[in-house]
């Protein structure tokens, strides 16, 4: 058993990119993370937090963002979404959390999320670790 695990783990350390691994659950984000970028992104969730939640369950105006990088949009358990994020088939990538906090409404039209978007790109990294360790 140990021998399948190897290779799979050795591929995922060797082959791809940082935020992938973590993103796939390959290590544990307290492990993987780069600390400095994710506390860059605490700060930078400031931004965020009158509206969402970080905690499993914890709701407010929107979604907990907990587990929200790998979460099909419009899923949020006890929220209703908006029809345009509900029907939109998107999957809570990096990038598409990237294009998402960058421009929501251009993003997905007719989403309800009133925030005009974050325009700083390394901002948007940081505040990506950072939702990436809420697992």
Not at 37 to 59: D, I, N, S, Y
Not at 92 to 116: C, E, H, S
């Amino acid at each position: 058993m140990k021998a399948k695990l190897k290779f799979p783990i050795r591929l995922a350390l060797f082959g791809l990119p940082l935020a992938a691994i973590v993103a796939a659950g390959f290590l544990s984000s307290a492990v993987a993370a780069d600390q400095p970028l994710v506390a860059k992104g605490k700060t930078a969730f400031a931004a965020c937090a009158a509206c969402h939640g970080t905690a499993p369950g914890v709701k407010k105006v929107g979604p907990t963002l907990f587990g929200i990088v790998g979460r099909k949009a419009g899923t949020a358990p006890g929220l209703k979404a908006s029809p345009a994020l509900a029907n939109s088939g998107k999957v809570w990538t990096p990038d598409q959390l990237d294009a998402f906090i960058t421009a929501p409404r251009k993003a997905v039209p007719g989403n309800r999320m009133p925030y005009p978007g974050m325009a700083n790109p390394e901002q948007r990294k940081a505040l990506i670790a950072y939702l990436a360790t809420l697992r």
